[in-house]
């Protein structure tokens, strides 16, 4: 059983900054592309960065890219997205999902970390 647990979300003032954390248990971590998503309220749930399983390459949405930075450690299961600047838009529900057959269709998800940013 593959299990993704995120933490790291809260409130932050607008131009601040907050790192999630996903940490994979039950699973071959590096096996897996991993990716952000979130879902404001009221909204669909958006794609918000991809890795590769070495860590090579990084994809980011239009919406944060320049101010947010994913990243892995293989040797600790864990992927980060270290989120800067940070605007009241970006407040969501952020999940971390692994991509197993990197099809990028991700076929595990975390439960979701509340991040909240006031103006």
């Known amino acids: 059983q593959v299990q993704l647990v995120e933490s790291g979300g809260g409130l932050v003032q607008a131009g601040g900054y907050l790192r999630l954390s996903c940490a994979v248990s039950?699973?071959?971590?590096?096996?897996?592309?991993m990716g952000w998503f979130r879902q404001a309220p009221g909204k669909d749930r958006e794609f918000v960065s991809r890795?590769?399983?070495?860590?090579?390459?990084?994809y980011y949405a239009d919406s944060v890219k320049g101010r947010f930075t994913i990243s892995r450690d293989n040797a600790k299961n864990t992927v980060y997205l270290q989120m800067n600047s940070l605007k009241p838009e970006d407040t969501a529900v952020y999940y971390c999902?692994?991509?197993?057959?990197?099809?990028?269709?991700?076929?595990?998800w975390g439960q979701g970390t509340q991040v909240t940013v006031s103006s």
């Open positions: 039950g699973g071959t971590f590096s096996s897996y592309a």
């Open positions: 890795i590769t399983r070495t860590g090579g390459s990084t």
């Open positions: 999902a692994a991509d197993r057959t990197l099809s990028r269709s991700y076929d595990y």
